[in-house]
């Protein structure tokens, strides 16, 4: 169910993103942005229900909220483009690097998953381009529009895609990884005694 949440959140981010110009910003830009975050904090549980652990709630009271009503006030009181894309890129690169962590971690179960490592060193990078650009955007005193002209502009969306894209197929990269390992341990077993043949 968290999978399935963070796919169609992500859908609805690209949705909302294609329709700038043609719906306010509120629902374009921000909204686009609230699911992009929502959907990696449901891979980030997701990845932790995976592991048999139960949902941290503390990521939507520290991590998802405080973002949300941040990207919210600082669109509709004051309209600082810039500090969104901080705050944004910086709650998505502590979700990436949760996920990530938790990632790199041993397996809890005793089934190996060969996924686990390219999928965690996939988020770990993501996380860091997402940090860098917190960090670019701060130091030159302002990120170019998402959707302007230019190399910038380009490179940003790309970066975005990327980010998502990545995201979702490490996650399915960890479940075709444990359908795998589980196969192979079934290959290995007899089915009525129960232990290796």
């Known amino acids: ?19 700038e110009g043609t719906a306010p910003e509120l629902i374009t830009m921000v909204g686009a942005n609230v699911m992009y975050l929502v959907a990696m904090t449901f891979v980030y549980q997701s990845v932790r229900l995976f592991d048999g652990a139960q949902p941290d709630r503390r990521v939507y009271l520290v991590v998802l909220l405080p973002a949300v009503l941040a990207t919210l006030g600082l669109r509709s009181l004051v309209d600082a483009y810039s500090a969104r894309v901080v705050i944004m890129s910086l709650a998505l690169a502590l979700l990436l690097a949760l996920t990530a962590r938790r990632l790199f971690r041993a397996a ?4 190996r998953n060969p996924a686990r490592r390219p999928a965690a060193y996939w988020l770990a990078i993501t996380g860091a381009l997402m940090l860098a650009r917190a960090v670019a955007t701060v130091v030159q005193g302002g990120a170019p529009p998402l959707f302007g002209a230019g190399a910038a502009a380009n490179l940003l ?41």
Request: charge should be negative; charged fraction near 10%.
């Open 1 to 19: 169910l968290h999978g399935v949440i963070a796919t169609v959140a992500l859908g609805l981010s690209w949705l909302f993103f294609a329709l």
């Open 108 to 111: 809890p179960r005793s089934m």
């Open 157 to 197: 969306v790309a970066l975005s895609v990327m980010v998502a894209l990545g995201a979702v197929f490490s996650y399915f990269l960890l479940f075709s990884g444990r359908l795998t390992a589980e196969l192979e341990l079934q290959a290995h077993l007899d089915p009525l005694a129960g232990f290796g043949a």
